[in-house]
């Protein structure tokens, strides 16, 4: 599979998941930008997101400089 190719297939795959989402849940166009864009920085930074400090150790080095969504 060529890379154009693998481009194609992931383009599609994300759409048909998009519309799979707007046809079974009640997400407005706004809710899955944020979470494509969510998704966008997870992927350029390869960080691991952590929603909030109760989800790591006391002893984690992590616990100081956490990813926090804001929406």
Not at 29 to 50: P, S, W
Request: hydrophobic share 40%; glycine share 2%; charged share 30%.
């Amino acid at each position: 599979m060529t890379n154009n190719d693998q481009t194609d297939a992931l383009m599609f795959d994300l759409d048909n998941l998009i519309r799979r989402y707007q046809q079974e849940y009640d997400l407005n166009d706004q809710t899955i930008v944020g979470v494509l864009e969510f998704a966008k920085l997870t992927v350029l930074t390869d960080a691991e997101i952590i929603f909030s400090p109760e989800d790591l150790d006391e002893d984690d080095d992590l616990l100081d400089d956490y990813i926090s969504p804001q929406f």
